[in-house]
């Protein structure tokens, strides 16, 4: 048989009637997770051992079903979710929502495409004007609001975060990992939060979270790019000799990466490399802040250093290193004299500088120079009930960093309930994009086991937990701006693009037993 994979043609409405079932079939699944009173969701892993969820995307990504069509609007509607969790940290169950309704509602209209897409834009941007305009900045007070909201209403995880942003400050960073002990708590420490993340999967330690952590590495960072293993071999014995880890600041040829990523697979070395800074006159002195509070000595080879050379005392230390996909935490020692002193001077230069460009250079060289990390530690008396509490923490630490980056609106569906007034009625797309922005406070009250009731008064709606109509900001029921407008922007997207749809080409599913 050819080795070229045979493909299954579906046309028209027979394919967009597949894919809107298997959109209809995630949105289902994680639509019961949606709001303060959404459920929870058992999922059985590729192993059989079960686990217990209510964070939307996690309920998204363990779903693959069986028709192929299916599974294909299921996928992108994923990409939806994925979108929306990259840009705000949270909101994959509300674009879940948008989207599959938005889907709905505009197919049953059967009316032209493309005005209906041209409509449905529109729409989005009338409503992320709306949003925009009623939201309020986050003080002290909410910030433990939209952590609690995030964490499924509970308060003591909600304190705790609140807590962590809180001690940290605007230049700091929160974290989480898991707690050794069944309580939760936070740990305050000095530390570096550097924009660039993980080179290669081969080099992650957390299959499930795809990160690559280390204990106590030590730091080696090179400005020239490094273009042969044998350049640093002398480091690498090193580091294996007194069994260490190693944490790479450079840019790495590909055979490097792939000779380093192999050794790493076998067992040989404890590593990972991250991508130095781009740009020329920031790259280096991020290198070298990097350098100051790490001990190491940067390396350039067009400066005349020698890689190979290089000796244990150029080599710097931390704490701890922790890469996800997108960035890397250093955790430090408390700063040296000479770090702080570089702060104040750093803080003298800010005050002076009046050109915006420069403002902004100078504000993220003092966040990281003077940042400090907040570690939630997650403890929990079982293994299932330790997920169930990480996904919940991880959701509320990411709504909170977006709530305080752009501010918040009312939450409970009724920012985008309330939005719904300033559609063109005569305009179809439109209008379906106003049906559908109803979903996620229909949902909401859906899974309370409450009938849908709308207030005449902007900003108020009904309070889950009690059941009594209450303005929303004043009762702390809160979204953060950012995490609105992303969903409903990702969902419009994909929406649209699935709307226009009438081929889908899939592979066919051959049973390798029935293979000849």
Do not use: W
């Not at 273009?227 to 600041?249: D, G, M, S, T």
């Not at 704490?319 to 408390?334: A, D, L, R, V, Y």
């Not at 002193?341 to 120079?369: H, N, W």
């Not at 009762?475 to 749809?501: C, F, Q, R, W, Y």
């Amino acid at each position: 048989m050819s080795d070229k994979l045979v493909k299954n043609l579906n046309f028209g409405n027979d394919a967009k009637d597949k894919i809107l079932k298997g959109i209809d079939k995630l949105t289902k699944a994680v639509s019961s997770t949606l709001g303060a009173s959404g459920k929870c969701v058992i999922l059985e892993d590729q192993h059989g051992r079960p686990s217990i969820t209510k964070d939307g995307v996690t309920v998204a990504e363990s779903i693959t079903l069986l028709d192929p069509v299916e599974n294909i609007g299921a996928t992108l509607l994923k990409d939806a979710a994925r979108k929306t969790v990259k840009e705000a940290g949270d909101g994959t169950t509300t674009a879940t929502v948008l989207a599959n309704e938005i889907l709905k509602l505009a197919t049953e209209l059967n009316g032209n495409v493309r005005e209906i897409k041209q409509g449905i834009n529109s729409g989005v941007k009338k409503v992320v004007k709306y949003l925009e305009k009623i939201s309020i900045p986050v003080k002290d007070d909410m910030v433990k609001q939209v952590a609690t909201i995030s964490a499924n209403n509970d308060e003591e995880v909600g304190a705790l975060i609140a807590d962590a942003f809180l001690s940290v400050g605007k230049t700091g960073v929160v974290s989480m990992e898991e707690s050794h002990t069944p309580e939760t708590h936070v740990d305050i420490v000095d530390g570096i939060q550097y924009d660039k993340g993980l080179k290669s999967v081969h080099f992650t330690t957390d299959d499930a979270s795809k990160s690559s952590e280390l204990k106590k590495p030590l730091v080696l960072i090179v400005e020239s790019k490094i273009e042969n293993i044998r350049k640093i071999q002398a480091v690498l014995e090193y580091v294996i000799k007194n069994n260490r880890a190693l944490f790479v600041i450079a840019d790495v040829e590909p055979q490097v990466l792939s000779a380093l990523a192999m050794n790493k697979i076998k067992g040989n070395i404890k590593i990972n490399i991250v991508d130095a800074p781009v740009f020329g006159y920031t790259k280096k002195q991020v290198l070298n802040d990097i350098a100051l509070m790490t001990g190491a000595t940067v390396i350039n080879e067009h400066l005349g250093d020698d890689l190979d050379l290089i000796q244990p005392e150029h080599l710097g230390e931390c704490i701890k290193t922790s890469t996800t996909e997108f960035e890397t935490i250093i955790q430090t020692k408390p700063p040296t004299e000479e770090v702080e002193k570089l702060i104040k001077q750093v803080e003298k230069d800010l005050d002076k500088e009046k050109v915006a460009g420069q403002i902004t250079r100078l504000e993220k060289r003092l966040a990281l120079l003077s940042a400090k990390i907040a570690n939630v530690k997650v403890g929990a008396n079982s293994d299932v009930e330790l997920k169930e509490k990480k996904d919940r923490v991880e959701d509320a630490i990411c709504a909170t960093k977006a709530a305080i980056k752009e501010g918040i609106v009312p939450g409970g569906g009724i920012a985008l309930l309330n939005a719904a007034c300033n559609m063109d009625e005569n305009n179809p797309g439109e209008e379906v994009l106003s049906k559908a922005i109803l979903s996620p406070f229909r949902t909401i009250l859906q899974n309370a086991g409450l009938d849908p009731v709308l207030s005449e008064e902007d900003g108020f709606g009904i309070d889950v937990v009690t059941g009594n109509m209450v303005n929303m900001i004043d009762e702390g029921i809160i979204d953060p701006l950012s995490v609105t407008k992303s969903a409903l922007k990702n969902a419009a997207s994909v929406a649209t693009t699935i709307l226009s749809t009438d081929c889908v080409i899939n592979n066919i599913r051959i049973h390798e037993g029935d293979r000849r």
